[in-house]
């Protein structure tokens, strides 16, 4: 099993930044891909990057969200920048087993509990 702990989230203005991290533990040795997904209220579930050989993002935070890992210390990070109104949502971590970056939840076996990002206009 793998535990996946989300952390950094937070109330901030239109147009700040936060850091959001996901500290993996467990049988980390077993999972490749890594991704952050966000859910709105009243919204379905939805895909925002993804880490492996490659990354990659959503249309929405292109440009905006950086994703990294840091396979030392098992823990990955969500740079946001230029945060809007529209970004609020409960941002979960999660990783597969898969060998290559993905965009489907479907693709990822371990989920955290979701930290809190709120964004005010």
């Known amino acids: 099993q793998v535990q996946l702990v989300e952390s950094g989230g937070g109330l901030v203005q239109a147009g700040d930044s936060l850091r959001l991290s996901c500290a993996a533990s467990?049988?980390?040795?077993?999972?490749?891909?890594m991704g952050w997904f966000r859910q709105a209220p009243g919204k379905e579930r939805e895909f925002v990057a993804t880490i492996r050989w490659n990354v990659y993002y959503a249309d929405a935070v292109k440009g905006r969200f950086t994703i990294s890992r840091d396979n030392a210390k098992s823990t990955m990070y969500l740079d946001m920048n230029s945060l809007k109104p529209e970004d609020t949502a409960v941002y979960y971590c999660?990783?597969?087993?898969?060998?290559?970056?993905?965009?489907?939840?479907?693709?990822?076996?371990?989920w955290g509990q979701g930290t809190q990002v709120t964004v005010s206009s």
């Open positions: 467990g049988r980390t040795f077993s999972v490749y891909v």
């Open positions: 999660a990783a597969g087993r898969r060998d290559y970056y993905s965009t489907r939840s479907s693709d990822y076996d371990y």
